[in-house]
């Protein structure tokens, strides 16, 4: 593992405005992980707030309960899928809900995670810890079925010819490292696209993405958090990539979306009300000293979305 914080919080500034915060509000950061913006979060709750931070990393619990001991905080152990439950149990809706989706600094540089393709490990990728790995996925899955997962999930144009690499070599042996399945990706593509990015980047992505179900997830929680926001209350997102955050957009347009009657028509007939408002329309992205400080930063959007009196 590489050496300093445990995840550096992305556009935090920028996430703290976003989520407006009230110092007697409840907010809930359904993805924790090291607890950098649930810290910030929940040192502004000075007059009865609280803040609950959940993940599904065991270590990501560990360290922000750590972080946010001492802090109006309670720290969950759970995937951001029951984040209403967590609020429902509780009695309350939410001021402010955050995603920060997508891997953390501490995923990707703990090497027996098995994130990265920069280092060797055990072909993991599992965010919980438990289930499906994906080393279980690249050696029983057909062949179409992961050539599939590569194109669905990392938009992947070879990804044909990087299933077929994978199906032949895992004839002879199982795959078992991340290096062993970089080398089988690098083998797969044209020279050219080697010469590009890192040839294995979109396969890791698809890969991690199928290993914890992330869109099915994302789909859920989105729904979810927006049904547990109070009136005025703001969902923030963070999307590391096209897929996160075209779903994103798409459920904030649904939620804005008003009265959609014919213009031709004197009055509204099919009583539909916009449930939502977005602050800024479109996505904020990292600043040019961010980007220096962070390159982890590089690809991530910042959506806003305000719920709208019931």
Not at 65 to 88: E, Q
Not at 260 to 277: D, N
Request: net charge negative; hydrophobic share 40%; aromatic share 6%.
């Amino acid at each position: 593992m590489t050496g300093g914080q445990y995840h550096l919080p992305v556009m935090l500034g920028e996430v703290l405005e976003d989520l407006n915060i009230r110092p007697d509000g409840i907010y809930l950061d359904g993805t924790a992980g090291g607890g950098g913006h649930s810290f910030e979060i929940a040192r502004r709750l000075t007059g009865g707030g609280h803040l609950f931070a959940m993940d599904q990393d065991p270590d990501a619990v560990a360290e922000a309960s750590k972080r946010l001991s001492g802090l109006p905080a309670t720290v969950i152990h759970a995937n951001f899928t029951s984040l209403k439950s967590v609020l429902d149990a509780n009695g309350t809706g939410a001021d402010g809900i955050l995603l920060d989706l997508g891997v953390s600094s501490h995923e990707l540089d703990e090497d027996a995670r098995g994130f990265s393709y920069h280092r060797d490990a055990p072909l993991d990728m599992r965010m919980s810890q438990q289930g499906r790995t994906a080393a279980d996925l690249v050696n029983t899955l057909e062949e179409n079925a992961l050539a599939e997962i590569i194109f669905r999930y990392g938009e992947e144009k070879y990804a044909r010819s990087i299933a077929a690499k994978i199906a032949a070599a895992r004839a002879e042996k199982p795959i078992e490292t991340t290096l062993e399945l970089a080398e089988l990706i690098r083998l797969a593509v044209p020279a050219k696209a080697r010469r590009d990015k890192h040839p294995a980047r979109k396969t890791f992505q698809a890969l991690r993405i199928a290993v914890n179900d992330e869109l099915n997830c994302l789909g859920i929680a989105l729904e979810e958090a927006f049904a547990a926001l109070k009136p005025h209350g703001r969902l923030v997102i963070l999307t590391f990539h096209s897929l996160e955050d075209r779903m994103v957009k798409q459920a904030f347009a649904k939620w804005c979306t008003g009265c959609t009657c014919p213009p031709s028509f004197p009055v509204c007939v099919c009583g539909q009300k916009a449930e939502g408002f977005l602050p800024h329309k479109k996505p904020i992205t990292a600043s040019a000293q961010e980007l220096s400080e962070n390159p982890r930063s590089r690809s991530a959007k910042l959506r806003c979305i305000e719920k709208a009196e019931t």
